[in-house]
């Protein structure tokens, strides 16, 4: 890490995979063999690159081409093939391939994670076999396989990251696995920004000590088999604080008002573009860069209103600029060959301008389509109650009538918030509803109630069942599943206690309490920080329901006085299970009334939509299961086939 803090993890990989395109520094010792490349990667590799480096970018380094590793590819004479991939038996059997048909005169191959030693040996054996060794120029393994999607954010990109860990009768060798590859993912993340950190995660967490402990395996070994030292003073180095999806369910589920939180609710950020829709059923891409987009980078994370308002402040302000470029005013007539003159003075002096005028309007674009969907599904509201319901020692009767009507109505505007209404709605007013619109707002709703149930501390059955009814009468075709699930969750049977394990195990016993570390106050009145909040307590550093490890002193907890006190100015905080934008807002919240600087990490940053989806399948799983069953009962039914073979079993 930097003397100073924390680095933008964005840059520092951007800047590794430059080095990658710059054939790892050794790009004067071939130049003599070649002067263009061409670039292959995988899907994971373009998934992860894509956020970081456009096509003009690469070009800067001689790189004509981007091609898809499972595409059909043509060969190409006089060029460097630059891979990125992993080293999975699929991409290495596609590498050979290309080796074998001779698409490309050098091969220059990157792991974008370690490979094991086998499948390197096995890749040795399969180019040797062909005669292949002088085609590939060099192999090199990174530490480059996360995702990273803000200067503080980042993913491993782990699809469904809280079934796979915390549904019903999962197999203790099956989240073995995942933790292996979550501890992986942490692990690459950490060497390839030189962060060597304290490790603090809860005594009663389910999977912390696990992880911690393999973390600390890994760098160990890395330690052993690498010649590079460490050399960083203890000062310097970061709190990796591990906190688990459980502690907190309903804010997942929650409406952000913030700007970037709302365009991955309402529209779904990939890859580092979001998709608009336009008339006539069209659909229209945009990119969303952290690393040059200012607009994005200054309002990201402000309120959907100061977003509306700025937009237009920043097209009067590039307007002038251009204006004082070209010297063109508005409403001033010029001829053609002056018009084009002028615009190319423009682009050579300031060079951004057309970059930026296309940032301004694809925020236009985004905003209108946000826009829209506040007036159709009354987003604003459904804000204004969760916020209530998350910040209230007790829901008032006042505010659970207002739940109640709102799951009963139809896509209604609600009048102003508290929030300042970005579209300054006088008045309630009904909005015309699509089959789309219409499946949203039974979906919005049931996230609304999901929050009230799976936040509250106490609820009456009767109040459940009346907006349950309620809610059904107006969406009868409603997925309700995740309904079922969470009611289970919060009030299991005693069957189900006893049964369940992790994930069915009872919320408030295992999660809320003091056992849990945090303290009584937290979850009363400030549902909607939990992450935060148990930030705050985790970098206390007596906090005695803690525990510690140092990664540089192997896989054993460690005394918590041992870690300087300045370790916890900089902070990484990774959610086991999934986390979301709004998570890591309250986190960034945190860090600016605190002087401190938090990174913020997980599984995968889930879609509130995905997270219920999630939920449903909980229910699902648990449905499926299967069942013990008497040995009488299988022979009750057994069938000609099983007789056979049971039978054969028994003579055996």
Not at 28 to 36: G, V
Not at 167 to 187: A, C, V
Not at 274 to 288: A, H, M, W, Y
Not at 534 to 562: A, Q, R, S, W
């Amino acid at each position: 890490s930097e003397a100073e803090g924390l680095q933008d993890i964005m840059k520092v990989q951007q800047k590794k995979f430059i080095k990658v395109l710059k054939l790892n520094e050794q790009q004067q010792e071939f130049a003599h063999l070649f002067t263009w490349k061409v670039v292959i990667y995988d899907y994971h590799a373009k998934g992860i690159l894509t956020s970081l480096l456009k096509v003009g970018n690469m070009r800067s380094y001689n790189v004509t081409l981007f091609l898809d590793l499972e595409g059909k590819r043509e060969a190409i004479r006089d060029v460097v093939a630059i891979y990125l991939i992993m080293p999975s038996k699929e991409s290495i059997g596609r590498l050979i391939e290309d080796l074998n048909n001779e698409l490309y005169d050098y091969f220059v191959v990157n792991f974008i994670v370690p490979c094991p030693e086998e499948v390197l040996e096995n890749f040795a054996v399969e180019c040797g076999r062909h005669n292949h060794q002088g085609k590939v120029l060099q192999i090199f393994e990174h530490t480059l396989n996360y995702y990273s999607i803000a200067p503080r954010l980042f993913t491993l990109g782990l699809q469904d990251p809280y079934i796979s860990l915390f549904r019903k009768n999962i197999e203790e060798l099956e989240i073995d696995k995942h933790l292996s590859t979550i501890s992986l993912g942490i692990f690459m993340f950490m060497r390839s920004n030189s962060f060597y950190p304290y490790i603090r995660y809860q005594k009663e967490s389910k999977f912390g000590e696990k992880i911690a402990l393999k973390v600390c395996e890994l760098f160990e070994k890395c330690e052993k088999s690498s010649e590079e030292e460490y050399g960083i003073a203890d000062e310097n180095r970061p709190l990796l604080v591990l906190l688990e999806r459980n502690i907190d369910l309903h804010t997942p589920l929650h409406h952000p008002w913030k700007y970037i939180a709302m365009i991955h609710d309402v529209l779904g950020i990939s890859n580092g573009k979001v998709s608009c829709p336009q008339p006539g059923d069209k659909r229209t891409d945009f990119e969303l860069d952290f690393l040059k987009d200012r607009f994005l980078q200054k309002f990201a994370f402000q309120n959907c209103e100061v977003v509306g308002e700025n937009i237009e402040v920043e097209f009067t302000k590039w307007k002038k600029e251009y204006e004082a470029i070209t010297g063109k005013k508005a409403g001033e007539e010029t001829k053609g060959h002056e018009i084009s003159s002028k615009l190319n003075e423009a682009l050579d002096q300031v060079p951004e301008m057309t970059e930026k005028k296309i940032h301004l309007d694809a925020h236009t674009n985004i905003t209108s389509v946000l826009y829209d969907n506040i007036k159709k599904r009354g987003i604003d509201k459904l804000v204004e109650l969760e916020l209530e319901i998350m910040t209230s020692k007790s829901i008032s009767s006042k505010t659970k009538s207002e739940i109640l009507a709102f799951l009963g109505s139809k896509n209604v505007v609600a009048p102003p918030p508290a929030l300042t209404d970005p579209l300054a709605m006088p008045e309630a007013k009904v909005v015309p509803e699509d089959e789309t619109t219409i499946k949203l707002g039974g979906v919005d709703r049931l996230r609304l109630l999901l929050l009230y149930i799976l936040s509250a501390d106490k609820t009456k059955p009767e109040e459940i069942k009346e907006m349950q009814e309620v809610l059904q009468s107006q969406y009868p075709n409603l997925e309700l599943d995740s309904l079922i699930w969470a009611l289970n969750y919060k009030e299991p049977s005693s069957a189900i206690k006893e049964s369940s394990g992790g994930a069915f195990g009872s919320f408030f016993s295992s999660v809320t309490k003091t056992s849990f570390g945090i303290i009584e106050g937290l979850l009363s009145c400030d549902k909607h920080v939990i992450a935060q909040g148990m930030t705050k307590m985790m970098v206390e550093k007596g906090n005695p329901n803690t525990v510690t490890c140092d990664i540089l002193m192997g896989p054993k907890p460690i005394d918590y006085k041992l870690v300087p006190k300045r370790s916890s100015d900089s902070v990484v905080v990774y959610m086991v299970g999934g986390g979301s934008y709004y998570e890591y807002e309250t986190l960034q919240s945190y860090a600016e009334e605190s002087k401190k600087e938090i990174l913020y990490g997980c599984d995968y940053i889930l879609r509130p939509e995905e997270f219920l989806r999630q939920l449903e399948k909980l229910s699902q799983f648990d449905e499926t299961s299967p069942k013990p069953v008497s040995y009488t009962h299988l022979r009750a039914h057994e069938t000609e086939a099983d007789l056979v073979c049971r039978l054969l079993l028994e003579k055996k």
